[in-house]
């Protein structure tokens, strides 16, 4: 049995890959120049890829490519600490992301953690094929919707890491679960992994496009009043 908060997190999942399925985009199989080494995301979905490659004896794999990446970009905000700024009136630029190095998981084109691969990586799509140096092109409300679903995301694992996603990798290797990784990295690396990476927030407000409220509800919806149990995700997240 998942623990509760993974249980939730495919619940966010599935939920936002039925509502994106009405999209057309551009995006094919082994069309990748947008797998760099810039992926955020929470400790909750860096368990996920743990599982993953602990249940496939991967652990040598993932340890080469921790231990081989390159300049990682850092945020220094959250999603929610952005949201939170700009909820509050702050002229807030978003943070520029820097290494266009390939992610570490994509192999011939193709993402070898795919299955488990983080929110940021289900959501980025575009609506027209994207070269390096380009940017993606997708609809404003969907760009909307999708930091929603990130936010939620953060709310889930307020308190625990938000980073990269290497170095939350990194850093989540010494859980007695993941010990199996400890050998395989230099002495320190989970430790020095843990020094850049910050921690997930609370929701603060959500940073909705308004008018386009009618085409984003749909998907809070669907998650908010998904059922754990007897429970709604939403009465979860509030804490009840
Ligand atoms: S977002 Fe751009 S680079 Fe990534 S799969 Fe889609 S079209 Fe290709
Ligand atoms: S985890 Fe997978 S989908 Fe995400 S950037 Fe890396 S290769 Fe691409």
Known sequence: MLPLKEEILHIIYESFAKWSAGFSFACTKNCAACCTQ????????????????REDGREAWLAQGLREKGATFRPRMT????????LQG?????????????????????????????FACRCFASEQRCFSGTSALLPEYYLSASTAVMQIIEHLGQGEYWGNMLDVLAALCDLPENKSYAALLPPSFTNQARMQIIKAKPLPGFLLLDGKMEKISPLLDAIFTSKVGEKTVESILNGR
């Open 38 to 53: 810039n992926v955020t995301m929470t400790a909750i979905e860096g368990e996920v890829i743990h599982r993953l490659l």
């Open 79 to 86: 999603t929610n600490d952005f949201a939170g700024a700009c």
């Open 90 to 118: 702050e002229d807030i630029q978003p943070e520029q992301v820097g290494n266009m190095s390939p992610c570490p998981f994509l192999e011939e084109g193709c993402c070898r953690i795919y299955e488990a691969r983080p």
